[in-house]
């Protein structure tokens, strides 16, 4: 069974920083690839960052330049660090660990930590 346990959310004002972290319950190489996901009520869950386990990110178009997401291996850790938030920042960021099983893949979700930008 695997756990993700997200920290690092909060209240922040526009243009400010915070960094959130997930830590698995197994090495994170073990995955194909680690993100984080942001939702707001009523709409989907939609990509924020990734990292597969070739070490090349993805971010989606709204965060490219203030937000950057890492990885310790050691200490089995995603990092999501984000700079210049916007309001519209503002929703659940939720840990995916992403393992293809066979010809599936399947999804690990944490439990996901607020992150609320005040304009």
């Known amino acids: 069974q695997v756990q993700l346990v997200e920290s690092g959310g909060g209240l922040v004002q526009a243009g400010g920083s915070l960094r959130l972290s997930c830590t698995a319950s197994?090495?994170?190489?073990?995955?194909?690839?680690m993100g984080w996901y942001r939702q707001v009520p009523e709409k989907q869950r939609d990509l924020v960052a990734d990292i597969p386990r070739t070490g090349i990110t993805n971010y989606a178009d709204s965060v490219k330049g203030r937000f950057t997401i890492s990885r310790d291996i050691a200490r089995n850790t995603v990092y999501l660090q984000m700079n210049s938030l916007k309001p519209e920042d503002t929703g659940v960021y939720y840990c995916?660990?992403?393992?293809?099983?066979?010809?599936?893949?399947?999804?690990?979700w944490g439990q996901g930590t607020q992150v609320t930008v005040s304009s």
């Open positions: 995916n660990a992403g393992l293809v099983i066979g010809a599936t893949m399947r999804d690990y």
């Open positions: 197994r090495s994170i190489y073990s995955f194909n690839a």
